[in-house]
């Protein structure tokens, strides 16, 4: 039998443990042992709750249990759940995860900290929530050059811009709802920043490229400069926008941003609705793939989570291998990321973005403004176009 610690009882927590024991007979099966959840820690405790006596406060009781075999973390936050994460590795207890704060900060240290004590880290549930997209990367492609990782990322987001293109509904109106649905939280800036995909794609990068992709290096933009008119012009060229993360191997170089961006009907994430992810990734061999699912919610997150726990289940006493090596991978600058734009201009005069860019088309949609597109250029030359012509672009999106 294999013995189980939860950290953290909230939604992803309770979770894993009712999956744990509504499938034990199934998990059996795959493990060949039953797996039996110990110990729950968690501030509060649960009176009525299935798992009641099983809530302890004290986290000494599990990392000193020689019993506990496997930690899941989904505490949430950074500092305390590395701490514990950490103690747990050192002790030669395999933990698994769905906290991408910690992964993106620490991964590369805390896979080495599982190498090095002869049990293994594995965080599938931190990128995508049910989709299965972490183990993929680096089971299912190991002998592909993965070129391309390109995704919707947070459920999220991309349930506030399906309303405002599908609806014509406002920002802030969608927001609201997000928030009054449980999508979005009071505080939204994580998501609505963008701050939540930088992190996923900083993670997703960093084992297809073996290095590391510090998230603060990512470029980041969120949605909050969307608005209705942007919408309006997007359908006028039969396109839709999505919060996108994306990275590119530019011949060993690093192209990662977080970023809206202009997609056509074409691209297989253009239908991808609501609080759905998605992630394209292409290999050099392979060609394009996708997969998608639900990126958030209880049980789709703590069935990603209790895939880990089979895995590690399976595989006690020994080191799962990850392809994350803690090299910082060398970054693409602006100069080297190149993209058509799509911008908003008071008026008519588009005569700076002329002399910058050229114009491949115009757009009229709404009054007293007018919508270009810009020919292929790159990122600094974009921006400083942008800064020269500050008083008339009104907003600019990026065309995929």
């Known amino acids: 039998m294999k013995q189980v610690a939860i950290l953290g009882y909230g ?28 110990y729950i820690l968690d501030l509060r405790d649960f009176p009525g709750d299935i798992f009641e006596k099983k809530v302890v406060h004290d986290y000494s009781i599990i990392v000193n249990d020689p019993e506990v075999d496997i930690v899941v973390e989904t505490m949430g936050g950074i500092d305390i759940a590395y701490k514990f994460t950490k103690e747990a590795l050192l002790k030669g207890k395999s933990v698994c995860t769905s906290n991408k704060a910690v992964v993106a900060e620490h991964g590369p ?16 549930a931190s990128v995508g929530g049910g989709i299965p997209i972490i183990r993929p990367l ?45 999508y979005a939280e009071q505080n939204p800036e994580a998501d609505v920043c963008g701050h939540d995909a930088c992190r996923k794609i900083a993670i997703l990068t960093s084992l297809s490229m073996g290095k590391t992709v510090y998230y603060q290096d990512v470029k980041t933009e969120g949605i909050t400069n969307i608005t209705k008119a942007d919408f309006e012009y997007a359908k006028k060229l039969g396109r839709s926008i999505k919060l996108l993360g994306m990275s590119k191997n530019l011949d060993g170089k690093c192209l990662a941003l977080v970023a809206p961006f202009m997609i056509d009907a074409k691209n297989p994430l253009y239908s991808v609705r609501d609080v759905f992810n998605a992630v394209c990734v292409k290999g050099n061999m392979v060609g394009d793939t996708m997969f998608y699912g639900q990126g958030a919610g209880k049980l789709a997150t703590a069935s ?52 910058f860019a050229g114009v491949e ?13 810009t020919s292929i250029m790159s990122e600094d030359k974009f921006m400083e176009m942008k800064e020269k012509n500050a008083d008339s672009i009104l907003n600019y999106i990026r065309i995929l």
């Open 138 to 182: 680096y089971t299912s492609f190991p002998g592909e050059k993965v070129e391309e990782i390109v995704g919707i990322l947070n459920g999220t987001t991309n349930f506030m811009l399906t309303k405002m293109d599908e609806e014509g509904c406002k920002y802030d109106d969608v927001l609201k709802e997000a928030q009054a649905k449980g």
């Open 109 to 124: 240290e805390l896979l080495k900290t599982a190498k090095d004590n002869s049990c293994s880290y594995l965080f599938e």
């Open 304 to 355: 990603a989570v209790v895939s880990d726990v089979i895995d590690l289940a399976k595989n006690a006493g020994k080191n799962i291998e990850c392809p994350w090596e803690d090299i910082k991978a060398d970054m693409a600058t602006d100069a080297e990321k190149k993209f058509k734009y799509f911008i908003r201009v008071k008026g008519k005069d588009i005569k700076g973005i002329e002399q």
């Open 361 to 373: 088309n115009t757009i009229e949609a709404v009054d007293g403004e007018i919508g270009v597109i």
């Open 11 to 38: 939604t992803v927590g309770s979770g894993v443990a009712q999956i744990l024991e509504d499938n034990k007979e199934i998990i059996k099966k795959r493990t060949s042992e039953e797996i039996n959840v110990k």
